[in-house]
Nanobody, 128 residues
């Protein structure tokens, strides 16, 4: 059974840190570009970060640049999103997704294009 499972969401104060994990089962993660997306109430789903399966290149939304770090451990079939200096605007449900597109050098950032598999999401709340 193909599955992505996120974990690590929590409630934290502004300035705090969280580490989100995305574990794949039923398929080999290193064949896929992996994206982290988030959706806040009343807003569209947006790409936070993604990492390429081809060359390991990474994308970050401008609002998280310098605060979030994406990494992948193919041996553990896991992608991690380290989130530091969290802000209230980071509050959202965070999803990981897998995109099988070996013909692409870089990962895609449109959640409506290409991402074959999605996790169930994990809630991140940043509030004082």
């Amino acid at each position: 059974q193909v599955q992505l499972v996120e974990s690590g969401g929590d409630s934290v104060q502004p300035g705090g840190s969280l580490q989100l994990s995305c574990v794949a089962s039923g398929f080999t993660l290193d064949d896929y570009h992996i994206g982290w997306f988030r959706q806040a109430p009343g807003k569209e789903r947006e790409a936070v970060s993604c990492i390429s399966s081809s060359d390991g290149s990474k994308y970050y939304h401008y609002s998280v640049q310098g605060r979030f770090t994406i990494s992948r451990d193919n041996a553990k079939n896991t992608v991690t999103l380290q989130m530091d200096s969290l802000k209230p605007d980071d509050t959202a449900i965070y999803y990981c997704a897998a995109d099988f597109a070996p013909y692409l050098q870089t990962c895609r950032t449109n959640p409506s294009v290409g991402y074959n598999y999605w996790g169930q999401g994990t809630q991140v709340t940043v509030s004082s």
